[in-house]
């Protein structure tokens, strides 16, 4: 497909599991953004990366949540010993530039941590 | 970053023009305005984005006054397919940043 693609769509956990959420950017963007979304609210950002590059992860709420993108293309958005505050929709984003706020974003990731 | 001010929500009826206003007293040279769009179970799209004056496109217009302390979204002629979210944004377009999302505004176009 031509849209950005993240999977799974849904996922359940059970506190204290690691979850893994993986995002397929457009082909050929070099920006990546991850978001985190609470029922209600707007977008909040997580990381970002350009190519490779992991430039900003300041948005990350705690050390137990990591993210990668070790080819410049698809990215993963690691949370570890999961804890119910973390059920939200986590957002990827792509951008075809390095600068610029016109970003394509995927359908999310719905988590739902028990 | 600008900080931006919306309606929490707004109604309407089909076939009416919808103008939602976005307040950022802040703005600052750089930055342009930016809208985008969210329905439920999908991530957000862009709509249009400006920097002064007016700018038209396929799906809407945006008015931006000459102080730029607020905007204008204008959605000629609303159909229930667009009761969704809108969010407002202000930032540097040739900045490598996050998208900074407020709360958005809550469209309902009813029959």
């Known amino acids: 497909g031509a849209g950005v693609s993240q999977s799974p769509r849904y996922k359940v956990a059970k506190r204290g599991q690691d979850v893994a959420l993986r995002c397929d950017p457009i082909?050929?963007?070099?920006?990546l953004f991850w978001y985190q979304q609470a029922l209600g609210q707007g977008p909040e950002f997580l990381t970002y990366?350009?190519?490779?590059?992991?430039?900003?992860k300041s948005g990350l709420p705690s050390d137990r949540f990591f993210a990668e993108r070790p080819e410049g293309s698809v990215s993963t958005l690691k949370i570890q010993r999961t804890q119910q505050e973390d059920s939200a929709v986590y957002l990827c984003a792509s951008s075809p530039r390095a600068s610029g706020n016109e970003q394509f974003f995927g359908p999310g990731t719905r988590l739902t941590v028990l | 970053l600008a900080k931006t001010t919306q309606p929490i929500s707004m109604d309407s009826y089909e076939g009416q023009e919808v103008n939602i206003t976005c307040s950022h007293n802040?703005?600052?040279?750089?930055?342009?305005i930016t809208w985008y769009q969210q329905f439920p179970s999908q991530g957000p799209r862009f709509i249009i984005q400006?920097?002064?004056t007016k700018v038209t496109n396929e799906v809407a217009s945006l008015f931006i006054p000459a102080d730029r302390k607020s905007s204008t979204l204008s959605l000629p002629r609303v159909s229930l397919s667009d009761t969704a979210v809108y969010y407002c944004l202000v930032g540097d377009r040739q900045a490598g940043t996050a998208l900074i999302f407020g709360k958005g505004t809550t469209l309902s176009v009813s029959s």
């Open positions: 082909s050929g963007h070099v920006s």
């Open positions: 990366f350009q190519n490779e590059a992991q430039l900003d």
């Open positions: 400006g920097y002064k």
């Open positions: 802040n703005i600052a040279t750089n930055d342009y």
